[in-house]
């Protein structure tokens, strides 16, 4: 290992955990919604903008991004029971 390599910083490190450590109360969507809308608002930045995303269109991209199967329950929008 050059001295180079060993003094990077690691920038982003994630975890896939889904269907082994946890099971997901709601889909991916709804998550990255609700982060999006606490994030607009603290930032007083395009709250109405965030809380007009629709999850089933981050769930569709969230699903692209990470290649996750078509039939995963995290990304499959749930309805508020």
Known sequence: MSSA??????LLMT????????EPT?????????????EATRLKLGVEA???AQ?????AAFAR????PANNPFTQHRSPT
Do not use: N, P, R, W
């Not at 975890?15 to 946890?22: A, E, K, N, V």
């Not at 999850?55 to 769930?59: G, P, T, V, W």
């Not at 991004?65 to 996750?68: D, E, G, L, M, P």
């Open 5 to 10: 390599s060993s003094s990077a910083a690691i």
């Open 15 to 22: 975890f896939d955990c889904t269907g082994t450590l946890f």
């Open 26 to 38: 709601e889909s991916a969507g709804a998550l990255y919604k609700q982060a999006l809308v606490g």
């Open 50 to 52: 965030a809380q007009a």
């Open 55 to 59: 999850e089933s269109i981050l769930d």
């Open 65 to 68: 991004a990470y290649k996750v």
